[in-house]
């Protein structure tokens, strides 16, 4: 499947930063560092995170993807009525569709879904490579990345939009991942971030702020 090939232009190597990843044999490798990534049905796997917590958060969603929807109730008629009535509405009214759009933490992709209705372009990210399968089995996912929001695989200013629904919660180092997104956005770029855990809880909250001020 050689769907990672139409991304080419917005990668960089996420070892050593070079802007420049060439494809083949269904490989990525960066002629700067030598180092070489795989691919897996299309997917490019440009994550490699260090930190155990977030290795673990990585397997966990691996093996968790097949129950996802239904298990964590994001398919469930709850979910799926906050996606349709609350987030989609939200989206559209700060996306013009002519936008090109990355998504961290897309997951199966229910959310990516919706905003490829609403942008020009979106490409879906996630730390677990069985959510992006799984998402593109179901529900059409076409251009996706398994990467690491604190160490985006992607070139400065390649996003006009940068969209986090419940991701930056489960980010280890939270300053790291803001900065990232501000590096990836084009000036005058957008970050929306839509996030439950902030919402529903005051720390969360007072965190946010403590590390989107580091990040500046």
């Known amino acids: 499947d050689p769907d990672y090939t139409r991304l080419l232009p917005l990668l960089r190597c996420p070892a050593c930063g070079a802007s420049t990843l060439a494809a083949g044999d ?13 691919t897996a049905d299309g997917i490019p796997l440009l994550a490699a995170p260090a930190d155990p917590t977030t290795s673990s958060i990585a397997s966990y969603y691996d093996a968790a993807a097949p129950a996802y929807e239904q298990g964590h109730g994001i398919g469930r008629p709850g979910g799926a009525w906050a996606i349709r009535e609350k987030y989609v509405p939200w989206l559209r009214a700060r996306l013009t569709g002519r936008e090109r759009v990355l998504e961290l933490g897309a997951g199966t992709g229910l ?13 879906a990210s996630d730390l677990a490579l069985g959510m992006l399968r799984f998402g593109r089995e179901r529900n059409g996912l076409e251009l996706a990345v398994v990467a690491d929001a604190e160490r985006l695989p992607f070139r400065d200013a390649s996003f006009d939009v940068v969209v986090a629904k419940n991701a930056l919660s489960y ?3 939270k300053d790291r991942a803001l900065a990232e997104a501000r590096r990836v956005l084009v000036p005058g770029g ?4 839509i996030d439950m855990n902030y919402v529903l809880y005051l720390p969360y909250h007072l965190l946010a702020l403590k590390e989107w001020r580091k990040a500046r």
Do not use: D, I, Q, Y
């Open 111 to 123: 959310l990516t879904r919706a905003l490829a209705k609403m942008s020009a372009e979106v490409v």
């Open 171 to 173: 980010c280890v180092h």
């Open 190 to 193: 957008r970050l929306l971030l």
């Open 26 to 38: 269904g490989r990525l490798a960066c002629p700067g560092c030598g180092a070489r990534f795989a």
